[in-house]
C-alpha cells in the first residue's frame, strides 16, 4: 500500500472517529434529559371544525373533532390549523408544567387560554396569549428545542383547556406531551435520543461514502455522497438540530432549505440510479 494511500485511510478512519464521537455526544445528550423529565400529565386533543375562530371559553368548545378535517390535511403550505389541547391536572393545588410540541418544522405555534376577568361568566371569558414560538422563530427562541418546542405552564386543578394554533403543513403529525415539575429548557429524552440516532447512522453512512470517493471515486460513489449529504442536512434542520446549535440562522429560510430539500432528496434519488 502506497503512502498516500495510507495517508487517505488515515485521514477516513479519523473521520469515522469524529462521527462517532457526534454519535455518543448526541445518545448522552438524550440520556440526561430523560433524567430530566418530569410525570406526564394526561390531555385531550379537538380539532376545530372549518371556519370556526374561537375568542371565547365558549366557543373553544365547539372545537370537538377527534381528527383533522380533510381540507387541513391535503395542504402543503403553512396553513393556520387551530385544536383545543385540555389538559388535566389530578392535584388539588396550581401545578407547573411543561409542554412539548413537536416536530420541529411546525412554522408558528400560539397557545391561549380563557383570561379571568371578574364579573364575567366563565363562559364568556375572553382568551388571551399564553405563548408562542416555531420553526420561524428560528433556534435562538425561548421554546425551541431539539425535536420541537416547548411552552412552561401553570395549571390549574382539574381540566385546563387550550387554543392551540398552528401554521404547518397538512402532513405534520404532532407530538404532544405534558410533564409535571419539568424544565421548560430541555426537551422529552425519547424525541432527542431517536434523532441522535438517526443523525449518527446518517452520519456514519456519509462517511462511509465520503471514503468511497476519496479511494475508488467514480459516478456512483459520487452520487451516493450527495444523496447521504442532502438527507443528513435534511434531518438536520427538520429536527431543530442544526437551528438549535447555529441560534443565528434565520427561521424561515431555514425551513425554506427543509422544504427544498425534501424534494431535492427525491430527485436525487433517480440520479443515483442514472447510467
Excluded at 402543503?76 to 387551530?82: I, K, S, V
Excluded at 429548557?185 to 449518527?200: C, E, F, K, Y
Excluded at 431543530?240 to 434565520?250: M, R, Y
Aim: glycine share 10%; hydrophobic share 50%; charged share 10%.
Amino acid at each position: 500500500m502506497g503512502a498516500e494511500t495510507m495517508r487517505r485511510t488515515g485521514w477516513c478512519r479519523g473521520l469515522l472517529v469524529a462521527l462517532l464521537w457526534l454519535v455518543a455526544s448526541l445518545v448522552l445528550g438524550g440520556m440526561t434529559a430523560n433524567a430530566a423529565q418530569g410525570e406526564p400529565l394526561p390531555y385531550e386533543l379537538r380539532y376545530c371544525p372549518p371556519g370556526v375562530t374561537p375568542d371565547t371559553a365558549s366557543a373553544l368548545e365547539q372545537c370537538n373533532l377527534r381528527q383533522r378535517p380533510a381540507d387541513q390535511g391535503q395542504r402543503l403550505d403553512n396553513a393556520p390549523q387551530r385544536m383545543r389541547l385540555t389538559i388535566t391536572n389530578p392535584t388539588s393545588s396550581p401545578q407547573d408544567a411543561r409542554l412539548f410540541i413537536g416536530p420541529y418544522y411546525l412554522a408558528s405555534i400560539e397557545l391561549f387560554r380563557p383570561a379571568i376577568a371578574a364579573g364575567e361568566a366563565p363562559t364568556n371569558h375572553r382568551l388571551i396569549r399564553v405563548g408562542g414560538g416555531g420553526a420561524f422563530a428560528g433556534g435562538g427562541a425561548s421554546s425551541a428545542a431539539i425535536a420541537g418546542h416547548v411552552f412552561p405552564l401553570t395549571l390549574a386543578p382539574g381540566e385546563n383547556s387550550f387554543l392551540l394554533r398552528l401554521e404547518a403543513p397538512g402532513f405534520a403529525h404532532l407530538a404532544i406531551r405534558v410533564d409535571s415539575l419539568g424544565d421548560a429548557s430541555l426537551s422529552p429524552a425519547p424525541a432527542v435520543l431517536s434523532i441522535g440516532l438517526h443523525l449518527g447512522m446518517i452520519a456514519a453512512l456519509a462517511g462511509l461514502a465520503l471514503v468511497s470517493v476519496i479511494l475508488r471515486p467514480g459516478p456512483v460513489s459520487n452520487r451516493l455522497l450527495v444523496l447521504i449529504t442532502v438527507i443528513l442536512i435534511q434531518v438536520a434542520l427538520g429536527s431543530g438540530v442544526l437551528p438549535t446549535l447555529l441560534p443565528a440562522l434565520p427561521g424561515q429560510l431555514a425551513m425554506t432549505a427543509f422544504m427544498m430539500l425534501i424534494m431535492l432528496r427525491m430527485a436525487t434519488w433517480g440520479w443515483l440510479y442514472q447510467r
